[in-house]
């Protein structure tokens, strides 16, 4: 773990402005700073970055953050990752902590193995450009393929001498622990000696997402039945198989922008494609989909297009590992090349443009292809056809995310109609795969869970809340928001001489119950958590900045730093505090349905110098929180007492309606004239 120290000398050292600006070009506008959102395809720039107040957020797309945010938005990496990256930006040593010796232990290996990866990457390509047999072996072979000078350095290809020991005694020469050589798979040890495991192949290192070596592939250049074309990293403590996806690093952007992973078998498919102008390309290196690499290509887009050989080998290669991508929620398609060729050689053929189109044309549902092979090895065998709609309804059950229902009911229709059987059977049998894999949850889980999920669909079933009771809920999320806005904007501010407003709020909203958001509880939480520690964050940036991602795109979305006080407010309307005050009261709750429709032109009568009335927004936001709970839970009781026919119980439920009424009038005193519509 990055110690807390480093982290803040980290938040103290970085500049939004900086970063940002590194990716997206710029331009002043006002106090802050105007580009083309990096996140979505815009012609009219709506991405805001504030230096003020170290944030940014885009008004086309919705997404916001701080530079941490930005740079594991933007690159793709974890929060560890992104510090790291912006440490050695800023040359900033990075100190770690460590729960135990064991991780202590783990760390170190893969820290030097991540060095010894970095060592080989530049020995195998020294060796490639700067030797006679490198040149007339290796570089001749890329070459052959009609790899580019570019294309070869870009993705760092490299070439094994024959010498027995030319890498290992280059390795130890570094002072590199032999132990550590054998754990990468470099370096072999036969018969009492150390030798190199890549003699005489050419090298494909394999990067991380965020450009690390993880490992390499070594393919033989030798005609020989009994040695393996290609030798790869043995897994260890950053090479795991299952988690990575060759080219993943070169092509993060290129799919992120097209919204589109194209995924091949090989090595040199990568290479080619990118050198033909095509990057949103990975490599699966001709294994199952695994769910990590999956969870990978989710990171980046949610339609995959899988490319392979158009021969037997490479359908059922395609098809395998489907039902774990209809699983993540993808949007999978299958190509098929032409018989004899592979992505790296058509592309060479027919050449980017035409292969762009090819890809085009051909894209198939990969769920219907899947059924017309099934069908044609089923032929008339009545057998094999019902253990295809067996395997086709188990498919179909997969697709089991909320947005994708009207997905799998279109799939069950045309399944139907190519099976010829009936549709309302083929749906009872989706749902019995459904039920199943249900069942076979719960049994891993804790045996309350079912039971508590039930009750919760039977509250909800029985709650039959009309429009206006909906209504009364979005209010009420709203002022929760507005409520956590003041508590950052204004929690360290002294309320009187004893407490800070942050003590106040706390203080007022002691029961919980009130607040229902679940980000909104988390930030009082936390925000509590340190007032009782005695810290205190002393404004919005501490949030900001949180390394919780939940919590710091929550206190983002609640700092509106685009719209700017007019000089008007300052001059003219901060002069009539009673002016404000009237305003404020009469006026919030059409404030709020503003800002929830989006309306921040006409906002701006009510963007006024907060910081002059904080003690009134204060005040008038509790209050105006309570008297909305308080109204919907005399709408709840009203709703009761409609549907109970039990006179004992509609006594009880009259005696709640007015104690109810009773504390709406005494709150509606202490607010003044906040009118509840």
Partial sequence: MISPATIQQIMARTDITDVVGSFVKLKKRGTNLLGLCPFHNEKTPSFTVSPSKEIYKCFGCGKSGNTISFVMEHEKYSYPEALKWLAQRYGIEIEESFINDEQRQQLQTADNLYALNQFAQQFFTDQLHSTEEGQDVGLAYFREREFSELIIKKFQLGYSPEQRDAFTNA??????????????????????????????RVIFPIHNHSGKILGFGARTLKKTDTAPKYINTPENEIYVKSKILYGSYFARQAIDKANECLLVEGYTDVISLHQSGIENVVASGGTALTPDQLRLVKKYTNNLTIIYDGDAAGIKAALRGLDLALEEGLQVQLVLI??????????????????RDFVQQHKKDVILFQLEVAMKDAGTDASKKAAVVNRMAETISRINKAEDFTKQQDYIKQCATVLKIDEAGLHTLVNKYI???????????????????????????????????????????????EVARILLEFGHRPWNEQQRVSDYIFEEIADESLLENEEVQKLFMAYKALRQQGEDPKGPQYFLQHPDQQLSTLAVSLIQFPHEESTRWKTEFSQNAGYQSRLFEQDYDQFITMLAAGQESSLQQFLKAEEDRSSEVILSAIHYLKLRKIKRMLLENQQDMEKN????DIGVLLQTHEHLKQMEIALGKQSGSVIIR
């Fill in 171 to 200: 390795a130890v020469a570094a002072q590199f622990n032999p132990a550590l050589m054998i754990k990468s798979g470099l370096v072999a040890n036969r018969y009492d000696q150390l030798s190199d495991n890549y003699r005489g």
């Fill in 338 to 355: 032409p018989d004899g060729e592979d992505p790296d050689s058509y592309v060479n053929k027919v050449g980017a443009a035409a292969f």
């Fill in 435 to 481: 039920r199943d894999r249900i069942q076979a949850q719960e049994r891993k889980a804790a045996p309350l869970s079912s039971v508590v999920v039930e009750e919760n669909a039977q509250r909800s079933a029985a709650s039959n809340f009309d429009d206006a009771t909906f209504l009364l809920l979005f209010r009420d999320e709203l002022q929760e928001k």
């Fill in 645 to 648: 026919q039990n006179t004992e």
